[in-house]
């Protein structure tokens, strides 16, 4: 089992920044895949940006060059830096984690976890 905690969220005026964490715990020995998913009320969720391991970094087209997301390993931590925020942007955002290995060295490339979801509003 894989337990995430996302930080971060709260209410930001349009044009400010926020920078969320989310920090994994349990019985793991790593994970594949950290990212970040946003879903506005009313709206499926969405990807935002996924990051892997080994540092690749994936972003939906539409957030590119406004969020930067980064990983510490170490820590098990990914970020989510949000700038030039709008207020299309307010929504919960997922930390997820997928691709998982067990301390025994077993991988389950399929496995996958949420986090509870942290709120951003950007007021306009």
């Known amino acids: 089992q894989v337990q995430l905690v996302e930080s971060g969220g709260g209410l930001v005026q349009a044009g400010g920044s926020l920078r969320l964490s989310c920090t994994a715990s349990?019985?793991?020995?790593?994970?594949?895949?950290m990212g970040w998913y946003r879903q506005a009320p009313g709206k499926q969720r969405d990807l935002v940006a996924t990051?892997?391991?080994?540092?690749?970094?994936n972003y939906a087209d539409s957030l590119k060059g406004r969020f930067t997301i980064s990983r510490d390993n170490a820590k098990n931590t990914v970020y989510l830096q949000m700038n030039s925020l709008k207020p299309e942007d307010t929504a919960v955002y997922y930390c997820?984690?997928?691709?998982?290995?067990?301390?025994?060295?077993?991988?389950?490339?399929?496995?996958?976890?949420w986090g509870q979801g942290t709120q951003v509003t950007v007021s306009s």
């Open positions: 349990g019985s793991f020995f790593g994970i594949n895949v």
């Open positions: 997820n984690a997928g691709g998982i290995t067990l301390p025994n060295g077993v991988v389950f490339p399929s496995l996958n976890f």
């Open positions: 990051i892997t391991s080994g540092g690749s970094a």
